[in-house]
């Protein structure tokens, strides 16, 4: 069930197709009070969480943060972590779940429609309490306009032609947020044309592309990260993302990467197959341009380090073409928190040890 500003929030619709998440969100689009909320949200100033510019201020609070890529989520509890986000978010949105109650957090990089209904379940699974009446508070941020038919308020005119890839993410997220017997009060819908901006020449932009979220609070920011924040072991995790396609193992649900309990980092195994070495072989040698065409939903949007990260994952992949490099023994990799708020990777157990993790 929906909520805005702590009401039920209804369409006055019955209709339990998938055309009720369009409505839903066109409605949502227009509520004065996400509306206004959403303009706030611009306001503020983005936030650029980098351990080179910020090294002075992470040393001396010990700062504890997590950071979640495209297809990752993370439960998080306040007592252990200090700041939980994440960006790259051009046509993907993040959805953050808070439990007021217990303030234990959970963040996702949605990407796709196909991982909603179960990723809502892992989120979920983390963050509910026995309290079955607890209304978690809800943000939804990241997607804009890739869509052609638009209006104002950012929701196409017509709904037999819907386009581009945020319009129907956005949709089945409140579809399913919607079917929930669960409570979720939106306080945040900082998505499609409330996140769009226009160049000179009239190509879209998201205005924000990530966020973090104070844990103590539940307060969020519009932020970025660079090469020093997006950790630990950002390439293995990048090539998740593209091998989780076609690993079946990792069909239609989020990919899991952070131990709330332990405030480890285990990033599940996830295997690649031949096709990805091909891809890798094949792209190595494309221009800038023809990797954003290939390579991306969004090319107009991407950030400047796009192109060097894909092909960083493809120099990486040639040299472990086997997969079971990465992942011997077919276990996770394991990273601890140090004192100093960095990472170091827990050694690989011995072969025929067992590590049992949440699937």
Request: hydrophobic share 35%.
């Amino acid at each position: 069930m929906i909520y805005v500003g702590g009401v039920q929030f209804s369409t006055g619709s019955d209709d339990s197709s998938s055309s009720q998440g369009k409505d839903i969100l066109m409605a949502l689009m227009e509520h004065p009070a996400l509306v206004s909320a959403s303009s706030s949200f611009s306001a503020i100033q983005e936030r650029k969480f980098s351990l080179s510019n910020d090294s002075h201020l992470v040393r001396t609070r010990q700062i504890k943060w997590v950071y979640i890529f495209q297809r990752e989520y993370a439960t998080v509890d306040p007592s252990l972590v200090d700041l939980v986000g994440t960006d790259e978010a051009t046509t993907c949105v993040g959805l953050i779940i808070r439990n007021p109650q217990s303030g234990m957090i959970s963040v996702a990089h949605m990407d796709s429609p196909s991982i909603v209904e179960v990723g809502l379940t892992q989120m979920l699974s983390s963050v509910l309490d026995q309290n079955s009446d607890t209304i978690l508070d809800v943000h939804l941020i990241g997607g804009f306009n890739d869509v052609s038919h638009q209006h104002e308020n950012g929701v196409t005119k017509s709904h037999e032609k819907i386009e581009g890839y945020s319009f129907p993410l956005c949709s089945k997220i409140v579809e399913i947020l919607g079917k929930s017997i669960n409570k979720f009060n939106i306080q945040t819908l900082h998505v499609l044309g409330h996140n769009t901006r226009q160049d000179s020449e009239g190509n879209a932009y998201p205005i924000f592309n990530g966020f973090l979220v104070e844990t103590a609070t539940g307060s969020i920011f519009p932020a970025s990260f660079d090469g020093t924040t997006r950790c630990p072991d950002e390439l293995v995790r990048r090539i998740r993302v593209t091998a989780s396609f076609e690993d079946p193992s990792w069909r239609g649900r989020l990919l899991e990467t952070y131990d709330t309990q332990s405030d480890k980092f285990i990033i599940a195994p996830c295997a690649w197959t031949n096709l990805q070495v091909h891809i890798a072989l094949s792209y190595q040698n494309l221009s800038d341009p023809e990797i954003l065409r290939m390579c991306s939903t969004s090319p107009f949007a991407e950030a400047p380090d796009f192109v060097d990260n894909q092909r960083r994952q493809w120099e990486y992949v040639l040299e472990h073409p086997d997969w079971r490099e990465t992942f011997p023994s077919k276990q996770p990799r394991i990273f601890e928190r140090t004192v100093d708020g960095s990472w170091v990777r827990h050694p690989v157990r011995p072969r025929g040890s067992t590590f049992v993790y949440a699937k």
